[in-house]
């Protein structure tokens, strides 16, 4: 699992993005600041892992990329992972139906976390760790993020510390 994500994530070194929305510069970067944001407000391992790997569709400069990252996903890592990268726009492109749907649930939750980070992540000076750290941040547990992890736990906020 520790190579297969450390490809995905690397691919996005040097991947430019829109400088109106993006002025820290390329797709790596940006999704290193987004998983050390996550990693400081939550000790759940899949909400981190989908910060981390929410734009790894775009090193496909195809499409759209959360579907496409998403299935690069599948099969490598727990589907509520697949499920937040597929959906990580899903409060940018549709905020009102998203929540209308997802009232109330912990899926809404988790996408308005995400939402959040992947907004914060986008400082032209941040220092952040190494895709080797993070993805080593990420393999600490891989039974909580492989392909055959548990969802969410219901009744209980899983970012809470």
Request: charged share 25%.
């Amino acid at each position: 699992m520790y190579a297969d994500l450390l490809d995905l994530l690397v691919a996005l070194d040097r991947i430019p993005q829109d400088p109106r929305y993006h002025p820290e510069g390329d797709a790596l970067y940006h999704s290193l600041q987004v998983f050390q944001h996550a990693r400081r407000e939550s000790r759940d391992p899949a909400l981190v892992a989908a910060a981390l790997l929410h734009d790894v569709g775009k090193a496909l400069r195809a499409g759209d990329h959360a579907v496409e990252g998403a299935d690069l996903l599948e099969g490598l890592v727990a589907p509520r992972v697949v499920w937040l990268v597929r959906h990580h726009l899903d409060l940018l492109h549709s905020p009102g139906a998203t929540r209308r749907h997802l009232r109330g649930t912990v899926k809404l939750h988790d996408l308005e976390l995400l939402r959040r980070w992947d907004l914060a992540g986008r400082s032209p000076r941040a220092s952040v760790c190494s895709p080797e750290e993070a993805v080593n941040y990420l393999t600490l547990d891989p039974a909580a993020l492989g392909p055959d992890a548990d969802e969410a736990p219901h009744g209980k906020d899983p970012s809470s510390r």
